[in-house]
């Protein structure tokens, strides 16, 4: 074992929280900081071109390679759970949706004890992370890190399906990141000059210009070394068998995500005592809470025939998708340049909530879409798809470790739709998309039922459920009074000294909506804590 240097701070993790980190810590030119990166580079044009999105996930490229046990409600499935291994983390591979969620997450996590992260606390990181395209707008930024621009995508399908909504009587949206969330919308993007702007774009590159920071790349983290309760470092290996401890003279901050974070706590010693003996790992720290509280969005998709083609069937035609893909990446321009996903939406099931229980995700591509030529394949038929996603599931999930090997994938049992409501809620949505799809305006548009069809509504969602991809919670902040919190309102482990976690495993519970926005915002403010400034003021809001 090689002793390496020693660093102000060690990051282990370059995703959404570790490379905004990264950037704001060592702008203080005499902070040192070292970040411990698993993945490699980002800079393949499959990641920088959106429109590479497709392949990145149905391939499984710069992934962990995730997948749950076997979920009982699905019929004994095993659901994909891809999170991002490579510069920028899950920022590098999804699909780059832009959403703050809704203003009441943030309150139901205040009102319980998460002091300091009401949304008037966290909407001035919101804005300093920002740079939205239409300029100086009320609670938008401009001049941030973080590209955000509204979806471009130019198909009249979107404007019809807005018009659609309306008339089955749900309200239209201009920003759902606004002072508006409620609606149905057009989806804001983190993309930057047509190429996608990852947390490793906006944060850590620009950064990486800097003597103060330390990136090691392809670098597996082992455990947090601990001196008793005090966390002193981190031991990791870039390949043999040798491995280097990493010195942190002042803390080691944990920023693996919402598998690997809890992971890496649990190798280290600090989880609940019961399981870390199952596999010979002596505990530094007892916390019941470590791998508890697994979450995700999950959905399912209905899906139309479309009747005529729209824009994106025609450009997946082999020679011209290598030339919008080319276009896109040498030049910033073109179709791959967009998600040909444009429609959102958060809707309420039932009249009286505090905040929508749905989401609606929109997919207007074939469910066939690989590229074709003329001679030696068919053009798919045209399809569309809308997926009414569940924003605040009750079912809880758990992480558990296989073994003490940092190498061994950990055991994810997410226990989807295990609590009834999660069930009725997803049927909700369903009906509600049906309704949706039934109005006048989709007329022109929509041909007959691809999916659920037939089929039993149990059975289709058994077989084609999925996640939406925003696991959190297995790191829970709480107050003291939480016997599961893992952290606390400051990111600091309980029983450990010098030891945070900054990621979207310390959300207490699900967000409404996609996650990375908020993962940044936080990681913005850890940074702050970190530094010891004091806080960006609250931002009070009329609600």
Same mark, same amino acid.
């Given at each position: 074992m090689n002793n390496g240097k020693s660093y102000d701070f060690v990051i282990v993790g370059a995703g959404s929280a570790g490379c905004t980190l990264a950037n704001?810590?060592?702008?203080?030119?005499?902070?040192?900081?070292?970040?411990?990166?698993?993945?490699?580079?980002?800079?393949?044009?499959?990641?920088?071109?959106?429109?590479?999105?497709?392949? +990145?996930?149905?391939?499984?490229?710069?992934d962990w390679g995730y997948f749950t046990e076997e979920e009982g409600e699905f019929n004994n499935r095993k659901v994909e759970c891809a999170r991002g291994k490579v510069l920028g983390g899950s920022s590098s591979i999804n699909a780059m949706a832009y959403v703050r969620c809704h203003r009441e997450d943030y309150d139901r996590w205040s009102r319980n004890g998460c002091t300091g992260w009401s949304y008037s606390d966290i909407l001035p990181y919101f804005i300093k992370s920002e740079d939205w395209e239409k300029g100086d707008q009320p609670l938008r930024g401009t001049g941030g890190p973080l590209t955000t621009i509204e979806n471009k995508y130019p198909d009249p399908l979107l404007e019809a399906w807005l018009q659609a909504g309306e008339q089955a009587g749900y309200s239209r949206t201009a920003d759902y990141n606004g002072h508006q969330n409620e609606g149905l919308g057009t989806l804001q993007s983190t993309i930057r000059n047509g190429r996608r702007c990852s947390a490793a774009v906006a944060y850590l590159r620009p950064a990486m210009k800097r003597s103060n920071l330390t990136v090691i790349t392809n670098a597996m983290a082992h455990r947090v070394v601990m001196d008793g309760t005090k966390a002193t470092g981190v031991e990791y290996s870039t390949g043999g068998n040798s491995t280097t401890i990493a010195r942190a003279e002042r803390e080691v901050i944990v920023a693996g995500g919402v598998i690997n974070s809890p992971q890496l706590l649990m190798l280290s010693g600090i989880g609940n005592s019961e399981h870390l003996a199952e596999h010979g790992i002596s505990t530094a720290v007892d916390l019941k809470g470590v791998g508890q509280n697994l979450q995700d969005h999950l959905s399912v998709g209905v899906e139309y025939e479309r009747i005529g083609d729209g824009p994106f069937v025609g450009t997946l035609r082999w020679d011209r998708l290598a030339l919008s893909m080319a276009q896109a990446y040498f030049f910033g321009t073109g179709f791959a340049t967009e998600m040909p996903g444009p429609l959102t939406g958060y809707i309420s099931s039932q009249e009286g909530m505090a905040q929508p229980d749905l989401q609606l995700l929109a997919r207007f591509i074939p469910p066939e879409s690989q590229p074709w030529m003329p001679i030696t394949?068919?053009?798919?038929?045209?399809?569309?798809?809308?997926? $009414?996603?569940?924003?605040?599931? #009750?079912?809880?999930?758990?992480?558990?470790?296989?073994?003490?090997?940092?190498?061994?994938?950990?055991? +994810?049992? &997410?226990?989807?739709?295990?609590?009834?409501?999660?069930?009725?809620?997803?049927?909700?949505?369903?009906?509600?998309?049906?309704?949706?799809?039934?109005? #006048?305006?989709?007329?022109?548009?929509?041909?007959?039922?691809? &999916?659920?069809?037939?089929?039993?509504?149990?059975?289709?969602?058994?077989?084609?459920?999925?996640?939406?991809?925003?696991?959190?919670?297995?790191? #829970?902040?709480?107050?003291?009074?939480?016997?599961?919190?893992?952290?606390?309102?400051?990111?600091?482990?309980?029983?450990?000294?010098?030891?945070?976690?900054?990621?979207?495993?310390?959300?207490?519970?699900?967000?409404?909506?996609?996650?990375? %926005? $908020?993962?940044? %915002?936080?990681?913005?403010? %850890?940074?702050?804590?970190?530094?010891?400034?004091?806080?960006?003021?609250?931002?009070?809001?009329?609600?």
């Amino acid at each position: 074992m090689n002793n390496g240097k020693s660093y102000d701070f060690v990051i282990v993790g370059a995703g959404s929280a570790g490379c905004t980190l990264a950037n704001r810590l060592t702008e203080d030119p005499d902070v040192q900081v070292l970040v411990i990166e698993a993945g490699g580079s980002d800079r393949n044009p499959i990641i920088t071109v959106p429109l590479g999105w497709g392949k +990145i996930l149905f391939e499984r490229l710069y992934d962990w390679g995730y997948f749950t046990e076997e979920e009982g409600e699905f019929n004994n499935r095993k659901v994909e759970c891809a999170r991002g291994k490579v510069l920028g983390g899950s920022s590098s591979i999804n699909a780059m949706a832009y959403v703050r969620c809704h203003r009441e997450d943030y309150d139901r996590w205040s009102r319980n004890g998460c002091t300091g992260w009401s949304y008037s606390d966290i909407l001035p990181y919101f804005i300093k992370s920002e740079d939205w395209e239409k300029g100086d707008q009320p609670l938008r930024g401009t001049g941030g890190p973080l590209t955000t621009i509204e979806n471009k995508y130019p198909d009249p399908l979107l404007e019809a399906w807005l018009q659609a909504g309306e008339q089955a009587g749900y309200s239209r949206t201009a920003d759902y990141n606004g002072h508006q969330n409620e609606g149905l919308g057009t989806l804001q993007s983190t993309i930057r000059n047509g190429r996608r702007c990852s947390a490793a774009v906006a944060y850590l590159r620009p950064a990486m210009k800097r003597s103060n920071l330390t990136v090691i790349t392809n670098a597996m983290a082992h455990r947090v070394v601990m001196d008793g309760t005090k966390a002193t470092g981190v031991e990791y290996s870039t390949g043999g068998n040798s491995t280097t401890i990493a010195r942190a003279e002042r803390e080691v901050i944990v920023a693996g995500g919402v598998i690997n974070s809890p992971q890496l706590l649990m190798l280290s010693g600090i989880g609940n005592s019961e399981h870390l003996a199952e596999h010979g790992i002596s505990t530094a720290v007892d916390l019941k809470g470590v791998g508890q509280n697994l979450q995700d969005h999950l959905s399912v998709g209905v899906e139309y025939e479309r009747i005529g083609d729209g824009p994106f069937v025609g450009t997946l035609r082999w020679d011209r998708l290598a030339l919008s893909m080319a276009q896109a990446y040498f030049f910033g321009t073109g179709f791959a340049t967009e998600m040909p996903g444009p429609l959102t939406g958060y809707i309420s099931s039932q009249e009286g909530m505090a905040q929508p229980d749905l989401q609606l995700l929109a997919r207007f591509i074939p469910p066939e879409s690989q590229p074709w030529m003329p001679i030696t394949g068919k053009k798919p038929k045209d399809a569309f798809m809308v997926r $009414p996603v569940v924003l605040h599931p #009750k079912s809880r999930g758990e992480l558990k470790l296989a073994s003490a090997n940092p190498g061994d994938h950990a055991k +994810i049992h &997410q226990n989807f739709l295990s609590d009834p409501a999660d069930w009725k809620t997803l049927k909700d949505g369903i009906a509600i998309v049906k309704d949706i799809a039934s109005q #006048k305006a989709l007329d022109g548009f929509r041909g007959p039922e691809i &999916q659920p069809k037939d089929e039993s509504l149990d059975e289709f969602i058994k077989r084609t459920a999925w996640t939406v991809h925003h696991p959190l919670g297995t790191c #829970k902040m709480g107050p003291d009074s939480d016997a599961m919190a893992v952290v606390d309102p400051e990111f600091r482990v309980r029983g450990a000294e010098n030891l945070r976690v900054v990621d979207a495993s310390v959300f207490p519970d699900m967000l409404g909506g996609n996650i990375n %926005a $908020p993962t940044i %915002a936080f990681a913005e403010r %850890a940074a702050d804590l970190l530094l010891g400034k004091t806080p960006l003021a609250p931002i009070e809001v009329a609600a």
